[in-house]
């Protein structure tokens, strides 16, 4: 039996869970039936907080999420996380026991854990994902945690449109600090060492906090945290710091009028990528076309030199667009 | 006294080396007096050999270059090396260390060595870097080397337009090979851990060598080679592998006719790249509209869904395109 699409909405508002996850679905298929329920749900979403971790694959994130997770239900919060799973053939064993580990949460109605698959569509993925945090906004969720890896762009991007983002780092810390360092990558608001219990740890703590003190004085000062999420003994205390300091960080953007600012920004951009998948999506279609086949023979055959032949295209996107061709 | 932009292009076919630096200046400042010369530069380009060299901060890149370049000569070949510098205020020391390092080449009118910032301008780094490519080509050199940071997507798409396309990395593997076997990045035609004196280098060769035996077989399989490019000693053997991988690397495409196939491709890519980027500007220019500020504050209001503020946006859009607005 189908479900009506306009039922969809309503019963997301109630918090219904099978009808969060079918929309959630829909979303993640792109099917344009997810469409009208989300622009339903929309007038009810922007009341969560929105958590974003992000970190190198074996950070630990998921371990932290979890504990993250148990930490917020203690204090009578609802939770909805949003993972972003890069689906690698590879790394499956890993992220299947992550999710299973997330499974100590399985039976509480008040956690809503929900996977995407980062796998085939790297362009869409960041605006399926803020639209899966939408719905569960909408749903009733009091925070909303999304976790992505931090290899690809658009997963970091995904995690920097949060209210708050933590980067979460092992205690030997590769790529990402020259990332942030190299400005290629945002500071995040709130930077977590994990596996604290590795050599290392303090002396990377050590090292983030030089590279911050050469960036230009803010409102805020991210804090670098230590935390050992997988050691049951030490978590408690370490845990209740990380959420102390998000805590600190959602009072801080409220307080400062900094929470619309930078609301406002994250939907400007969300804007401007969905055109920008939109406008991509028209531009891969004109090129697979057999007229652009004569195009790049030209080119190759170096009759036609690149500029006339992006000339062309543009000429071609026009019409379409003239002719309002934009798939939505 | 200004230069003609007509005859900068028949200075740079004569091999001149102060106006290829000059018109490789003009394609760094996107300046639109770039692009008359490179237009009739184009179909005297398309004879040098095309090498990317990519990999994280600290494989130690810039030295294998150097020595590759050395053995290049050594085979009478002409080299051009143009390589894309984060220009991070912190690494400073350790590029301009590098770039210090290449001068062993600065007295050799065989040698032209040229570095790209990439800060400021990372949408528009892949088409300038591809054009200072091509302005080397049409000047003669035989061989253009195109060195990254792989750690933007633009820099490792700069890398993997090229012919042959080399990932150095270090023997602690981080974050590379993670992105490769998640898919993320495309699997390069040749693998060299570099400073193989350190320990891990052969764990590391097989780790990659059996993520490699899972991919589906190819008609070319990568090489994987261990180098060590900062020991006299040992560079000379280890090096002359590496380019004779290389060397291998280019019999394969050019009697296979892959070679044909990819450089097509590749152009496609440019041609859609340099579209993308116009209408990004383009998109970015509307957006910054105090006509999209009211449409930022209805969307913060709840007062219009996100879906509807990107179909305005398109609409802008596309009557800028139909008056022709896309600045070249």
Redesign the interface.
Known sequence: MPIEPASLAERVLKGERRAIARLITLLENRDPAA?EP??QL??H??RAWLIGVTG???AGKSSLVDVLVTTMRRDGLTVGVVAVD?S????GGAILGDRIRMKSHAADSGVFIRSMSS?GH?GGLALATKAACRVLDAAGFDVIVVET?G???SEVEIAQSADTTLLVMPP?L???I??I????MEVPDLFVINKADLPGAQAAANEIRS?LA?EPPGDWDPPVLLAQSTAPSLEASQLSEVWQAIRRHREFLESSGEL?RR??QT??E???Q???G???DL??RE?DSPL?DS???D??A?RM???????R??ER??AC??R?E?R?
Chains 1, 2 share one sequence.
């Open positions: 469409q989300l622009a929309y007038s979403a922007g190198p694959p074996g890069p690698s053939p590879f790394s796998r790297l890896v290899v690809g762009q030997n590769g790529d990402g020259q990332a360092k190299a400005g290629i590279a050469l619309a609301r406002a939907l400007r969300e804007v401007i969905d055109v920008t939109r406008l991509l531009i891969r090129a652009f195009v790049t023979q080119l190759q170096r030199v690149p500029q006339e032949a992006a000339d295209l543009l996107l026009a667009l003239h309002e934009v939505k």
